[in-house]
């Protein structure tokens, strides 16, 4: 007969059961127990006598209607899955034609800088040849005037010239 003082921590990891269905044990069996300086629950266990099997755990009978709700929380999880997956499948394809339009965007607002900067080129030549326009006109000079107006007269051509070149580019 070998008789062992045990925590309820230690009957449990024998018997490999929980600490409280080691305390239950003791109390069916009406295993004398006593308390250790700690503080601590000791149980007098005699090894060779205490054959101990642990009962399977009886399940609960299943209920029709818990099943029921599992079967239609189950289906609905799957359609919404199913839902996020089409929505997911639709925010991609969105995706793609914000990804054009924002490159066609970009290409039409590099488009417009330039048409800017050309605009204000044409611009400057224009108000140039009207300042030569308004010399000519308003060089009426004594002497040789012919003479004058014929180096403004080639001066404005060339300056038509380099301006038709500037917008043809």
Same mark, same amino acid.
């Given at each position: 007969?070998?008789? &062992?003082?045990?925590? @309820? &921590?230690?009957?449990?990891?024998?018997?490999?059961?929980?600490?409280?269905? *080691?305390?239950?044990?003791?109390?069916?069996?009406? =295993?004398?127990?006593?308390? %250790?300086?700690?503080?601590?629950?000791?149980?007098?266990?005699?090894?060779?006598?205490?054959? @101990?099997?642990?009962?399977?755990?009886?399940?609960?009978?299943?209920?029709?209607?818990?099943? %029921?709700? $599992?079967?239609?929380? *189950?289906?609905?999880?799957?359609?919404?899955?199913?839902?996020?997956?089409?929505?997911? /499948?639709?925010?991609?394809? @969105?995706?793609?034609?914000f990804e054009?339009?924002?490159?066609?965007?970009?290409?039409?607002?590099?488009? =417009?800088?330039?048409?800017?900067?050309?605009?204000?080129?044409?611009?400057?030549?224009?108000?140039?040849?009207? /300042?030569?326009v308004t010399?000519?006109?308003?060089?009426?000079?004594?002497?040789?005037?012919?003479?004058?107006?014929?180096?403004?007269?080639?001066?404005?051509? $060339?300056?038509?010239?380099?301006?038709?070149?500037? *917008?043809?580019?």
């Amino acid at each position: 007969m070998c008789v &062992a003082l045990l925590t @309820y &921590a230690d009957l449990s990891a024998r018997l490999n059961i929980s600490r409280e269905a *080691a305390r239950s044990l003791a109390r069916r069996r009406r =295993l004398p127990r006593s308390r %250790s300086d700690d503080g601590k629950a000791l149980v007098s266990v005699d090894l060779a006598e205490l054959r @101990y099997t642990p009962r399977p755990r009886r399940a609960r009978p299943a209920d029709p209607i818990a099943a %029921s709700m $599992a079967r239609i929380e *189950a289906i609905k999880i799957e359609s919404f899955k199913a839902e996020i997956a089409r929505l997911e /499948d639709v925010a991609t394809a @969105y995706r793609a034609v914000f990804e054009r339009e924002r490159e066609r965007a970009d290409r039409l607002a590099v488009e =417009l800088q330039q048409a800017t900067a050309e605009t204000m080129a044409a611009n400057s030549w224009a108000s140039r040849l009207e /300042d030569e326009v308004t010399a000519l006109r308003s060089d009426r000079r004594d002497g040789s005037i012919a003479g004058h107006a014929a180096r403004r007269l080639g001066h404005l051509a $060339a300056a038509i010239v380099k301006a038709d070149r500037a *917008a043809s580019r």
